[in-house]
């Protein structure tokens, strides 16, 4: 009890401190999650578009794409999804609580996600807060907003990784170009 009836220093950290730090830290946890975002400039290079000679050309150039610029896609995706909720106020505060799970579970982890000693891939994440996101959109009444939303984003994408040529992405991990075959 030797500190008891002394006035704290500023070196102490105080509310204000500790906002300002869970504040930082957001930040740093924000760039570290959209670290697999792939530059804009390169999903969106001009010189990368051609039509793709074949079906099965295409059915590949999808594969690579979507692989490559998953969470490129997932934020167009979401954000075709926000813009239609605009105007169905219990629908977009049900997107933004699922965007709030979305940021935690997905974009701002820093650690693999592990459930019951299992762990689970990124893709299994996707895909499960992707349904549970349409599903409780679902449930608030506007539906005919959601389902043409949603097939105007898989549409986008699917366009852009069929024309986008994948000859020019490369691989950070191994050092070299991704082939598409």
Do not use: C, Q
């Not at 590949?60 to 995706?77: E, K, L, P, Q």
């Not at 891939?121 to 349409?134: A, N």
């Not at 449930?139 to 389902?147: E, F, K, Q, S, V």
Request: aromatic share 12%; net charge neutral.
């Amino acid at each position: 009890m030797t500190n008891y009836g002394t006035i704290p220093t500023s070196s102490s950290p105080g509310p204000s401190s500790s906002t300002a730090e869970y504040i930082s830290r957001a930040k740093e946890r924000v760039k570290e999650g959209l670290a697999d975002r792939r530059p804009w400039k390169l999903m969106f290079n001009i010189r990368s578009f051609n039509l793709p000679g074949n079906l099965s050309e295409a059915i590949s150039r999808v594969r690579t794409n979507v692989a490559y610029f998953r969470t490129n896609y997932a934020i167009i995706v979401l954000l075709i999804l926000f813009l239609s909720l605009l105007w169905h106020p219990i629908s977009l505060i049900v997107f933004v609580a699922m965007m709030a799970a979305w940021l935690v579970l997905y974009f701002l982890r820093d650690e693999l996600l592990v459930v019951f000693s299992r762990t689970i891939d990124d893709r299994v994440v996707l895909i499960v807060l992707g349904v549970l996101t349409i599903v409780f959109l679902l449930l608030t009444d506007a539906t005919p907003n959601i389902l043409w939303s949603l097939f105007i984003g898989a549409a986008l994408v699917l366009v852009h990784a069929s024309f986008r040529r994948t000859d020019d992405l490369y691989d950070e991990e191994s050092g070299s170009l991704i082939s598409s075959s």
